[in-house]
Structure formats: structure tokens, C-alpha cells
């Protein structure tokens, strides 16, 4: 009799406690939690759950875990089940716990679907851009819906009440990869239907595109006609405002492509057959430098000042000369200058020829009407914020050269170096137009 009494008082402990358990836990989980994380010590144990996705089974397992770390180490495993099962069924809506099986010290929770699993569906809107930036923005959403909708297969509506930030984190990891820079918004909306729409939306974030600057570098067209083409880039470039810098980074090539296809469309620069070569700096004030060389003409005007020399005058100068491609790679041009110093309106004339071993180098000869002497002749071209040089040696044994740095499109400075005069030294300073 007593063996019995025994027997029936461990059965009345037991449904007591998982009595108690399920009173406690139903109205008042979120309260026992925290009361058990402040009085308990954690146990070296985990949680693992089963019937969920990869991306819900993360934040299921942290809440789980926070519970089963903290439950006070005396009580019985059917104490703990018994906990774990309510909490989970409270905690994580649209499923129900199908199993908890004991796995050493570790608990396996097997969920199931309990709520009906809609047809998921997603759409994805694009912001207003102007083209052709609306047109790159909607190459990088290729494969996205497919890639978001395999998120939610098998989820239920109502996993969405706890796992609606674990879907951002895993949406917001597809996107920046593909869109760094926007921000994606999720609405969830119900259908006609078993069917669900999940509208995905992208805002952009700083920073942001302000200003883009363009730079035309050219030695064969004359700077006072870049204005206009500046003007047409500007224009051009105006659907790159207001984007995100990150985004436009990873689009630098069709940027780039962009102001190319923009300077193509010049009727100077289809006359010049001028090859635009754009290299681009993204950033609040993107840089576009711009290389236009024309493969036809090459038509310069400048002024020039002298310092340090007496008996040298300051004179205005043009040169014009007719480029051909007769062999690749081997760019030959014909050329014919005109200086005159403005003191006395006495012109000199020099006709010559040059070609191009490589970009911006090159080498030739040519004749001067002034010493009637024909004048082997090397040059580095003149670009803005760089240096240059050229020298000249003539068949009568003088030498003539100068280095030099271009401040912008108009200002250059060169130390000039002239044996047919006494004071060989000076400096000019050179106004390019």
C-alpha cells in the first residue's frame, strides 16, 4: 500500500508540474522568460529546430535558446518539454510543435506548418529613374523575385508576426550585393485567394550623387569648342543625379559608356573622327576625364609672354595639320605653324611632318622660313595638371626645347632653353585657346 501511495504521488507531482507549467507559461510567457533570465544560471546546452527555413530557424533557435539556457537546473526533463512546447507554440505562429525528442543534453524541436501556406508571390518596383540609369537598375533586379521568392516557400503569413526582421536582414543581403547603396522596404498584402504579395520598394540611401564634373583633354581640337560638348554632357549626365554612390561605382562602365555615347553623338566630334577614351571617378562630385583626339584634323591658337630674355617679344601663334592612319598604330601628321611677334607683325612660317610611336610622343622634322633650316623635332603633348616637353635640334647645330606644366585647359609655363640667342634661359607663359 505504501509502494502504491508512492506511485500515485510521483504521477501527481508529474501532472502537477506540467500542470503548472502550461498555466504559467500561456498567459505570461514573455514575463517568465525574463524572470528566469535574472535568477538562473545558463546551462551547456542548445536548441535545435526542425520544419522551418534556414532563415526563420535562425531567430526561432535565439528565442528558444533563451529560454531553455535559463531554466533552473533542478527541474525534471518533462519540466522542460513541457515549457519548451508552450513557449514555441506562443512564440512562433503558424506552427505547431509535431515532436521534441532529447538529443544528449541538446533538445531537437520538430515543428510543422499549422496555418494554411499561401501562393507567395513578389513584386518588385522600380524607382523613378530616367533612362538609361532605369535601364541598369532593372538589369541588377534580374533573378531577384525568383531569388525572394524562394525564401518564402512553405512559409506561413503568420511566421511573418516574429520572422518579418529575419526576412529584411535576408532580402537586404540579396540586394547589396546587386543595389549597394538602396535601402529595400517590404510590404506584405493579401491577395484574392490563397495567394500573397510581397512588394518589395528601394529608396535611395547617402551618399548621393550631387555634381557631375566632366574634363575634355584634347591636343588636336580647340579648347574654345569644348564648351558646347560640356554642355551636352551636362545634359546628358542629368539621370545621374540623385543616385547612390555605391550604386554608381559598380556602374562606373556604363557610366563611362554613357558620356561616350553622348560625345559620339557630336557633329564635331563624328567631323573630327575623334576616339573619346573616358575614365570616370564616382563619388558626391563624380570626375569624368575625357581623352578626344582627333584622328583627322589637329587645330591649336596660343599667346605667349616671355620673361628673362631681352629682344623677345610676345607673339600669337596657330598650328593646323591634317592626321592620317596609314598603318595601325602609326598616326602621321602634316602640319604647318604660323607665329608672329606682335611688336614688329614679322610672321614665321614651319611645315613639317610627325607621327606617333605611342600615345601623346611625338617625333618628326620640319622646315623654318625664318633660318631657312630644317629642324629634327621630339614633343611630349601638353595635357591639363601634367607636364610636357619638346625639343627641336636643327641641321645647323642649335638646339631649342622646353619643359613645361599645364595648369588647366588654358595656362601653361615653360622653362625654354634657345642657343641662337644670348640669353639662352627664359620663361614663357603660354595662353591656349
Same mark, same amino acid.
Given at each position: 500500500?505504501?509502494?502504491?501511495?508512492?506511485?500515485?504521488?510521483?504521477?501527481?507531482?508529474?501532472a502537477?508540474?506540467?500542470?503548472?507549467?502550461?498555466? #504559467?507559461?500561456?498567459?505570461?510567457?514573455?514575463?517568465?522568460?525574463?524572470?528566469?533570465?535574472?535568477? #538562473?544560471?545558463?546551462?551547456?546546452?542548445s536548441?535545435?529546430v526542425?520544419?522551418?527555413?534556414?532563415?526563420?530557424?535562425?531567430?526561432?533557435?535565439?528565442?528558444?535558446?533563451?529560454?531553455?539556457?535559463?531554466?533552473?537546473?533542478? @527541474?525534471?526533463p518533462?519540466?522542460?518539454?513541457?515549457?519548451?512546447?508552450?513557449v514555441?507554440?506562443?512564440?512562433?505562429?503558424?506552427?505547431?510543435?509535431?515532436?521534441?525528442?532529447?538529443?544528449?543534453?541538446?533538445?531537437?524541436?520538430?515543428?510543422? @506548418?499549422?496555418?494554411?501556406?499561401?501562393?507567395?508571390?513578389?513584386?518588385?518596383?522600380?524607382?523613378?529613374?530616367?533612362?538609361?540609369?532605369?535601364?541598369?537598375?532593372?538589369?541588377?533586379l534580374?533573378g531577384?523575385?525568383?531569388?525572394?521568392?524562394?525564401?518564402?516557400?512553405?512559409?506561413?503569413?503568420?511566421?511573418?508576426t516574429?520572422?518579418d526582421?529575419?526576412?529584411?536582414?535576408?532580402?537586404?543581403a540579396?540586394?547589396?550585393?546587386?543595389?549597394?547603396?538602396?535601402?529595400?522596404?517590404?510590404?506584405?498584402?493579401?491577395?484574392?485567394?490563397?495567394?500573397?504579395?510581397?512588394?518589395?520598394?528601394?529608396?535611395p @540611401?547617402?551618399?548621393?550623387?550631387?555634381?557631375?564634373m566632366?574634363?575634355?583633354?584634347?591636343?588636336?581640337?580647340?579648347?574654345?569648342?569644348?564648351?558646347?560638348m560640356?554642355?551636352?554632357?551636362?545634359?546628358?549626365?542629368?539621370?545621374?543625379?540623385?543616385?547612390?554612390?555605391?550604386?554608381?561605382?559598380?556602374?562606373?562602365?556604363?557610366?563611362?559608356?554613357?558620356?561616350?555615347?553622348?560625345?559620339?553623338?557630336?557633329?564635331?566630334?563624328?567631323?573630327?573622327?575623334?576616339?573619346?577614351?573616358?575614365?570616370?571617378?564616382?563619388?558626391v562630385?563624380?570626375?569624368?576625364?575625357?581623352?578626344?583626339?582627333?584622328?583627322?584634323?589637329?587645330?591649336?591658337?596660343?599667346f605667349?609672354?616671355?620673361?628673362? #630674355? @631681352?629682344?623677345?617679344?610676345?607673339?600669337?601663334?596657330?598650328?593646323?595639320?591634317?592626321?592620317?592612319?596609314?598603318?595601325?598604330?602609326?598616326?602621321?601628321?602634316?602640319?604647318?605653324?604660323?607665329?608672329?611677334?606682335?611688336?614688329?607683325?614679322?610672321?614665321?612660317?614651319?611645315?613639317?611632318?610627325?607621327?606617333?610611336?605611342?600615345?601623346?610622343?611625338?617625333?618628326?622634322?620640319?622646315?623654318?622660313?625664318?633660318?631657312?633650316?630644317?629642324?629634327?623635332?621630339?614633343?611630349?603633348?601638353?595635357?591639363?595638371l601634367?607636364?610636357?616637353?619638346?625639343?627641336?635640334?636643327?641641321?645647323?647645330?642649335?638646339?631649342?626645347? #622646353?619643359?613645361?606644366?599645364?595648369?588647366?585647359?588654358?595656362?601653361?609655363?615653360?622653362?625654354?632653353?634657345?642657343?641662337?640667342?644670348?640669353?639662352?634661359w627664359?620663361?614663357?607663359g603660354?595662353?591656349n585657346?
Amino acid at each position: 500500500m505504501a509502494r502504491c501511495f508512492r506511485t500515485a504521488r510521483v504521477r501527481l507531482e508529474y501532472a502537477d508540474g506540467v500542470v503548472a507549467a502550461r498555466a #504559467a507559461a500561456t498567459p505570461f510567457v514573455f514575463v517568465l522568460v525574463l524572470c528566469l533570465l535574472a535568477q #538562473a544560471s545558463p546551462l551547456a546546452a542548445s536548441v535545435r529546430v526542425e520544419g522551418l527555413n534556414s532563415w526563420l530557424a535562425a531567430g526561432a533557435v535565439r528565442s528558444l535558446e533563451a529560454v531553455y539556457d535559463h531554466i533552473p537546473p533542478g @527541474e525534471t526533463p518533462d519540466y522542460k518539454v513541457a515549457l519548451l512546447e508552450v513557449v514555441a507554440e506562443k512564440l512562433l505562429s503558424g506552427y505547431i510543435v509535431k515532436d521534441i525528442l532529447w538529443m544528449g543534453s541538446d533538445v531537437l524541436i520538430v515543428l510543422d @506548418e499549422h496555418a494554411l501556406v499561401p501562393r507567395w508571390r513578389v513584386s518588385i518596383a522600380v524607382p523613378n529613374l530616367s533612362p538609361p540609369v532605369n535601364l541598369w537598375f532593372e538589369s541588377d533586379l534580374e533573378g531577384l523575385n525568383a531569388e525572394i521568392a524562394s525564401l518564402l516557400d512553405g512559409v506561413p503569413v503568420e511566421a511573418l508576426t516574429w520572422g518579418d526582421l529575419d526576412l529584411k536582414r535576408e532580402v537586404d543581403a540579396l540586394c547589396q550585393p546587386r543595389l549597394p547603396g538602396w535601402r529595400a522596404s517590404l510590404i506584405v498584402r493579401r491577395d484574392s485567394g490563397d495567394s500573397v504579395t510581397i512588394d518589395v520598394s528601394f529608396t535611395p @540611401e547617402q551618399p548621393l550623387t550631387l555634381v557631375v564634373m566632366p574634363r575634355i583633354n584634347s591636343a588636336s581640337i580647340p579648347v574654345l569648342l569644348h564648351s558646347n560638348m560640356r554642355e551636352d554632357l551636362l545634359r546628358g549626365f542629368a539621370p545621374i543625379i540623385g543616385i547612390p554612390v555605391p550604386w554608381l561605382d559598380i556602374h562606373s562602365e556604363d557610366f563611362a559608356a554613357l558620356g561616350r555615347e553622348i560625345l559620339n553623338g557630336e557633329s564635331l566630334v563624328e567631323e573630327a573622327r575623334a576616339v573619346p577614351d573616358v575614365t570616370v571617378k564616382t563619388g558626391v562630385v563624380s570626375e569624368l576625364n575625357i581623352d578626344l583626339e582627333s584622328r583627322r584634323y589637329a587645330a591649336w591658337v596660343w599667346f605667349a609672354v616671355y620673361g628673362g #630674355a @631681352e629682344d623677345r617679344y610676345p607673339e600669337a601663334g596657330l598650328h593646323f595639320g591634317r592626321r592620317t592612319l596609314p598603318f595601325s598604330g602609326w598616326e602621321v601628321e602634316l602640319y604647318g605653324e604660323f607665329i608672329v611677334s606682335l611688336n614688329d607683325w614679322d610672321p614665321e612660317s614651319r611645315f613639317g611632318v610627325r607621327w606617333a610611336p605611342s600615345r601623346n610622343i611625338w617625333l618628326g622634322g620640319e622646315w623654318s622660313d625664318s633660318d631657312s633650316s630644317w629642324w629634327i623635332k621630339a614633343s611630349i603633348e601638353a595635357r591639363p595638371l601634367k607636364p610636357y616637353a619638346w625639343l627641336r635640334y636643327s641641321l645647323d647645330g642649335y638646339t631649342n626645347g #622646353a619643359v613645361g606644366y599645364r595648369f588647366n585647359d588654358f595656362m601653361s609655363i615653360e622653362l625654354n632653353y634657345d642657343s641662337r640667342f644670348p640669353d639662352s634661359w627664359f620663361v614663357r607663359g603660354l595662353v591656349n585657346l
